[in-house]
């Protein structure tokens, strides 16, 4: 994992959330975060800067991916499950808009979360509407938005009990192709089968992510 962005153990394991939510089933889609009090639109609902895993490169990735399934297939399993891809923003330092040498998200990175805000649901799954996005509102009127980073924010009023939401193809490519630039895919889903580490695969005798 990148080193800068993990920090001591007690931040790392510290909730990323912002507002008091609670965990509860959400039917087929499995567990699922809901609003313990209302949340009005633009409120910061989460920031994950310095609290998730951030691998920038692909063997590093495989190598720990194996090593824990080396301990657990299981777990091995779920971790890739949890982990996810994405092609950051460059970080602006007010002077050229260049990518500085801390900034974790400058090309594709795969992260996982450590703590609830990784059982947030895909709306899309349910055919609803995403109720938290990422980045941070810039004019409510004209519904903009700055690039998304580390913080996410309600894209509309929530109401107590109601489920938080997002659409994960605003972080992460719907086809997975991330996982190919990144250099341990070949274009399958993820959530589909172990091939993304068929090292662990034939090592650990795991024939499937979903079995």
Not at 81 to 94: A, F, M, P, T, V
């Amino acid at each position: 994992m990148h080193p800068a962005s993990i920090g001591n153990a007690e931040q790392l394991f510290e909730s990323v959330f912002k507002v008091p939510i609670m965990v509860g089933d959400s039917g087929l889609k499995g567990r699922g975060v809901y609003a313990k009090e209302d949340i009005s639109r633009g409120t910061l609902l989460l920031n994950v800067e310095n609290k998730v895993g951030v691998f920038n490169d692909a063997m590093q990735w495989r190598t720990f991916t194996y090593e824990l399934g080396m301990q657990d297939a299981e777990t091995a399993c779920n971790f890739i499950e949890w982990c996810w891809i994405q092609n950051g923003e460059k970080k602006d330092n007010d002077d050229d808009n260049e990518t500085t040498e801390d900034d974790v998200r400058y090309e594709p990175t795969v992260f996982v979360a450590f703590d609830e805000s990784g059982l947030i649901n895909n709306a899309k799954w349910g055919e609803e509407e995403a109720n938290v996005r990422c980045g941070t509102l810039l004019d409510d009127e004209h519904d903009t938005w700055s690039a998304c980073r580390f913080q996410y924010h309600a894209s509309k009023d929530i109401a107590v009990g109601d489920e938080i939401l997002m659409n994960y193809s605003e972080i992460e490519d719907e086809d997975q192709h991330g996982w190919v630039e990144f250099g341990v895919g070949i274009g399958l889903n993820i959530y589909q089968s172990c091939i993304l580490v068929p090292l662990i695969q034939f090592h650990l005798g795991i024939k499937s992510c979903i079995d």
